[in-house]
């Protein structure tokens, strides 16, 4: 892999439409569709905005919340109605590197683009084993 644009983390099993990462176990993959489900719950745009910016959610239910607000703001345009009120690059950002391995972060379940965590607050999840380094 020489091209970060050509890097997408390996699919290995579709839920509900989303892909779910590689390198996870059975019971991460489990709370992970469970988060899906959380999500696909979810129609409150403000809650979807949280999602995207929590650390603790898995990048697929990110990656999902971010989606549907992409959606969201793309239906409102489309029909000339006023867009909703979020920061679309602040999602963009949020999720950044979320589906790169790349930027898959070998220690957590997320992004080395993540914010770090705050004092008092949990960070990441943390991977019950490193990944090794496939990024070059």
Known sequence: MNRREDCAIPIVETYRGVGLHDCQSE????????????????????QLVEVCSNVRWSPESRLLAAAKLKATHQLAAEDRKSRPRFDISYVDACTAGLNSRYWRSPWHFGSLLDPGRAPGEAGPVPRPVPLEDDRT
């Open 27 to 46: 019971a991460r993959l489990a709370v992970v569709r469970g988060e899906i489900d959380k999500v696909f719950a979810l129609d409150d745009l403000d």
